[in-house]
T-cell receptor
Framework: GIQVEQSPPDLILQEGANSTLRCNFSDSVNNLQWFHQNPWGQLINLFYIPSGTKQNGRLSATTVATERYSLLYISSSQTTDSGVYFCATYSGAGSYQLTFGKGTKLSVIP | GAGVSQTPSNKVTEKGKYVELRCDPISGHTALYWYRQSLGQGPEFLIYFQGTGAADDSGLPNDRFFAVRPEGSVSTLKIQRTERGDSAVYLC???????????FGSGTRLTVV
């Protein structure tokens, strides 16, 4: 099945700083999603982005499918951005099983 | 409803008991998924429904696990003869279609003692 690797595994930011989270995948993808899991465990869908660039407020994401990576940008970070960020994609052709990376744990300190 | 609803939010059960976990997806979402998340890990796939049928149940760990979605809406994940290793957060998600983004529920935290 597809391999999904995220970096960095941990990130500490001062409030107001910007950051880039990376997701590499081992095969071509047709469903790439970014999620934020808050400290209470709720998984929030940030972006469905199999290709191209999307923006939503302070967050934006870019997927370059041909080079097998996706980036999540967080600008002007806030303490509420803390949590774990996961990228996920389908396991293979014809599969509807999302394979998640191990996540990036982000801590934003005031 | 407005979001994916899962009940109960917490369940503590004794080893060997039977449990049922319920998922109420977003109205109109035909695809429904169950995932399991252990502490410090990403969610792992269990089963996927398209409508009433289980289109892919290959993630179910063994035959103690079973899930149904009889009317194409609410789904129930059933675990027989629970073991301590079944302790985890069970997450349900739904989507309008398989090539669209998922909405996850808040999960059921299952603890087997």
């Amino acid at each position: 099945g597809i391999q999904v690797e995220q970096s960095p595994p941990d990130l500490i930011l001062q409030e107001g700083a910007n950051s880039t989270l990376r997701c590499n995948f081992s095969d071509s993808v047709n469903n790439l999603q970014w999620f934020h899991q808050n400290p209470w465990g709720q998984l929030i869908n940030l972006f469905y982005i199999p290709s191209g660039t999307k923006q939503n407020g302070r967050l934006s994401a870019t997927t370059v499918a041909t080079e097998r990576y996706s980036l999540l940008y967080i600008s002007s970070s806030q303490t509420t951005d803390s949590g774990v960020y996961f990228c996920a994609t389908y396991s293979g052709a014809g599969s509807y099983q999302l394979t998640f990376g191990k996540g990036t744990k982000l801590s934003v300190i005031p | 409803g407005a979001g994916v609803s899962q009940t109960p939010s917490n369940k503590v059960t004794e080893k060997g008991k039977y449990v049922e976990l319920r998922c109420d997806p977003i109205s109109g979402h035909t695809a429904l998924y169950w995932y399991r998340q252990s502490l410090g890990q990403g969610p792992e796939f269990l089963i996927y429904f398209q409508g009433t049928g289980a289109a892919d149940d290959s993630g179910l760990p063994n035959d103690r696990f079973f899930a149904v979605r009889p009317e194409g809406s609410v789904s129930t994940l059933k675990i027989q003869r629970t073991e301590r290793g079944d302790s985890a957060v069970y997450l349900c998600a739904s989507s309008p279609g398989t090539d669209l983004g998922y909405t996850f529920g808040s999960g059921t935290r299952l603890t087997v003692v």
